[in-house]
T-cell receptor, first 114, second 113 residues
Framework: DTGVSQDPRHKITKRGQNVTFRCDPI?????LYWYRQTLGQGPEFLTY????????KSRLLSDRFSAERPKGSFSTLEIQRTEQGDSAMYLC????????????FGPGTRLLVL | QKEVEQNSGPLSVPEGAIASLNCTYS??????FFWYRQYSGKSPELIMS????GDKEDGRFTAQLNKASQYVSLLIRDSQPSDSATYLC?????????????FGQGTILTVHP
């Protein structure tokens, strides 16, 4: 499978716990994006990387959220001290800058905070 | 004020009909426009991209862009029950926000036999 992959696909955690999600982009893609989607809404931009550099973070992203892409390949998104409001689908997408920024999405990680 | 607005749904059409989905955006400098389809519980899947004014056709799908009116639409001809999904309009504003997509809230389409 050469598409975007995400792990885990589902995560249930208790409030206050830390969680980490992983995204593996399409191999030749140099850009990687994180979005969050809640029920009945479109995805909301969180942050993105070009190679290993984090170029932009949304104001939606509180200090409890951190993302890395250490070698310009896979990325991790960590949420510290989770809150019930963090419950959502976390989507990763990747693109190649030479393809007019067409983004392809992974299957998502569904987070439920109890 | 939302930056990307889609026509309120849900939209219900009979099988074989044309489904028309509409989207307006607020940033006049926006450069790239995308339509994604999202089945319940799944992630968005790219259907069409459009960058220039006019129409772009791909099979049963036609995207239309009018930058002067800040309007983009998606027409689905010969609608099938398998087209039933949420359709998301996404806009890339370009410039310093190049690559960052802003999505509308989605329009739920139901195609009934």
């Amino acid at each position: 499978d050469t598409g975007v992959s995400q792990d885990p696909r589902h995560k249930i955690t208790k409030r206050g716990q830390n969680v980490t999600f992983r995204c593996d982009p399409i191999s030749e893609h140099n850009r990687l994006y994180w979005y969050r989607q809640t029920l009945g809404q479109g995805p909301e931009f969180l942050t993105y990387f070009q190679n290993e550099a984090q170029l932009e973070k949304s104001r939606l992203l509180s200090d409890r959220f951190s993302a890395e892409r250490p070698k310009g390949s896979f990325s991790t998104l960590e949420i510290q001290r989770t809150e019930q409001g963090d419950s959502a689908m976390y989507l990763c997408a990747s693109s190649w800058t030479g393809e007019k920024e067409t983004q392809y999405f992974g299957p998502g990680t569904r987070l439920l905070v109890l | 004020q939302k930056e990307v607005e889609q026509n309120s749904g849900p939209l219900s059409v009979p099988e074989g009909a044309i489904a028309s989905l509409n989207c307006t955006y607020s940033d006049r400098g926006s450069q790239s426009f995308f339509w994604y389809r999202q089945y319940s519980g799944k992630s968005p899947e790219l259907i069409m991209s459009i960058y220039s004014n006019g129409d772009k056709e791909d099979g049963r799908f036609t995207a239309q862009l009018n930058k002067a009116s800040q309007y983009v639409s998606l027409l689905i001809r010969d609608s099938q029950p398998s087209d039933s999904a949420t359709y998301l309009c996404a806009v890339d504003a370009g410039g310093t926000s190049y690559g960052k997509l802003t999505f509308g809230q989605g329009t739920i389409l139901t195609v009934h036999p």
